[in-house]
T-cell receptor, first 114, second 114 residues
Framework: AQSVSQHNHHVILSEAASLELGCNYS??????LFWYVQYPGQHLQLLLK??????LVKGIKGFEAEFIKSKFSFNLRKPSVQWSDTAEYFC????????????FGTGTLLAVQP | KAGVTQTPRYLIKTRGQQVTLSCSPI?????VSWYQQTPGQGLQFLFE???????NKGNFPGRFSGRQFSNSRSEMNVSTLELGDSALYLC?????????????FGPGTRLTVL
């Protein structure tokens, strides 16, 4: 069965620290990859997406992610976090083809201490 | 453009009752997907509708059903409610169904089953 794994369930960082959140998926075919963020009390928002092309994608608020096909990974990075980045982050995959079925990871709760 | 709207935002029901949730997609979007979010299971795909047809279905019992109207608005229905149905139900809309699609999420309906 297709699945998405996020290795870190809860991450605590100080402001200005660098962030890397891991995401691995299990699906052998073409995939579309996404990172969503859910700020406290707000709805899910798209941070960035990968469909094809350059495996290093840049999203909003200084986030970027790298797709490594050989490792089935799509890790999220930010060089310097801010207190306002405190949120839950979800990695998601849609198997390629005529589907909008998003398969989500379990999420990573990030707390940034001022 | 207005975002995805969901009504009601909060709902309290008792076991055995049924409930109907509504989702209005972004204007011009023809695909609506539904997800269930719980602390234990995370975000799970329920089903997707595109042009009034169900395109995909997740692993949920038949008590969960949905439909889409000609104006792309969608409803989901849960019959014979169980305590475990307590969750945040999210709706997402997309212009199309398939590759290279980005889904936009609504604020969700918080369902509590007593």
């Amino acid at each position: 069965a297709q699945s998405v794994s996020q290795h870190n369930h809860h991450v605590i960082l100080s402001e200005a620290a660098s962030l890397e959140l891991g995401c691995n998926y299990s699906y052998g075919g073409t995939v579309n990859l996404f990172w969503y963020v859910q700020y406290p009390g707000q709805h899910l928002q798209l941070l960035l997406k990968y469909f094809s092309g350059d495996p290093l994608v840049k999203g909003i608020k200084g986030f970027e992610a790298e797709f490594i096909k050989s490792k089935f990974s799509f890790n999220l990075r930010k060089p310097s976090v801010q207190w306002s980045d405190t949120a839950e982050y979800f990695c998601a995959v849609t198997p390629g083809g005529a589907t909008n079925k998003l398969i989500f990871g379990t999420g990573t709760l990030l707390a940034v201490q001022p | 453009k207005a975002g995805v709207t969901q009504t009601p935002r909060y709902l309290i029901k008792t076991r055995g009752q049924q409930v109907t949730l509504s989702c209005s997609p972004i204007s011009g979007h023809r695909s609506v997907s539904w997800y269930q979010q719980t602390p234990g299971q995370g975000l799970q795909f329920l089903f997707e509708y595109f042009s009034e047809t169900q395109r995909n279905k997740g692993n949920f019992p038949g008590r969960f059903s949905g439909r889409q109207f000609s104006n792309s608005r969608s409803e989901m229905n849960v019959s014979t409610l169980e305590l475990g149905d307590s969750a945040l139900y999210l709706c997402a809309s997309s212009a199309l169904s398939g590759d290279y699609n980005e889904q936009f999420f609504g604020p969700g309906t918080r369902l509590t089953v007593l």
